[in-house]
């Protein structure tokens, strides 16, 4: 088992639309994953049942089968592989109810394929027994905020310390990113042009309401802080601040919107 954790990611891609399955699959193979491909369901049970597949990548709409339907067969199959379910015609809320039944993860099409490659990483980690329980904890979170190299330095301290961090680079870019796959917590920056994070905090907890968000600013008022409180916001920091306060905040908030 620990030669295989050392070696490449498998993962088997099943999707009908051929073309998207060879663009993406020399897409993943060029980061360094292991493909295999399948465009039915029937195809994909006889891979799986082949192969030690790490990460299954399903689309929710295939000609024999229903990818949902097929989730709970692969998993039949082999209970170590991680599912993630690809969907160009779900609704996204339905990721928190597979989540509890076992898909690891569910993303809209079309999807990033860096994001896609980020989640196969973490899903294969899961597949491990030995460290399917750390793999569990592991909080997604998308920091949102204007200043580019605050998002990369940020992301850099928060991965170093065991994070997944997506990073968007304003209020429209996260909620897009939003409606095509699930976080547990949401940093976000207060002002910034466009939305205001006010403004994206409301929607935010309109449409995903167990998606907790914690909001940064270095131009903090008692009434701005109020109110966003009173919208929802788990917590409220100041900038500058150490990253230790942050990661405490972020894995407080991952564990409150847990079921």
């Given at each position: ?43 994909a ?18 000609p ?37 039944l ?22 294969a ?42 990073c ?15 976080f ?47 919208k929802?916001?788990?917590?409220y ?5 150490s ?17």
């Open positions: 088992m620990t030669a295989r954790i050392m070696t490449k990611i498998i993962v088997l891609l099943v999707d009908d639309e051929e073309g998207f399955v060879a663009s993406l699959s020399k897409s993943l193979a060029r980061r360094g994953f292991t493909l295999f491909t399948a465009t039915s369901g029937d195809e049970r006889k891979i799986l049942k082949a192969n030690p597949i790490d990460v299954a990548v399903v689309d929710v709409r295939l024999d089968v229903d990818g949902h339907d097929l989730f709970y067969e692969l998993k039949s199959l082999r209970a170590e592989t991680q599912i993630i379910v690809l969907t160009g015609h779900g609704d996204i809320r339905q990721a928190f109810e597979m989540g509890a076992g898909v690891f993860d569910y993303l809209s099409k079309p999807c990033d394929v860096d994001l896609l490659a980020d989640r196969i990483r973490l899903a980690t899961a597949a491990s027994p030995e460290r399917r329980g750390e793999a569990q904890s592991v909080a997604r979170v998308l920091l949102v905020d204007d200043e580019v190299d605050f998002l990369a330095s940020m992301k850099r301290v928060l991965a170093r310390r065991g994070l997944f961090v997506t968007a680079g304003s209020g429209q870019e996260a909620l897009e990113l939003l409606a095509g796959s699930v547990d917590v949401v940093v976000l920056d207060v002002k910034m042009p466009g939305l205001s994070g006010e403004e994206v905090l409301e929607q935010i907890k309109k449409a995903h309401p167990r998606t907790e968000v914690i909001m940064l600013t270095g131009h903090a008022t008692v009434e701005t802080a109020v109110q966003c409180m009173k929802g916001a788990f917590d920091l100041y900038k500058p601040h990253p230790e306060e942050l990661m405490t905040k972020i894995l407080l908030a991952a564990e409150h919107c847990r079921p």
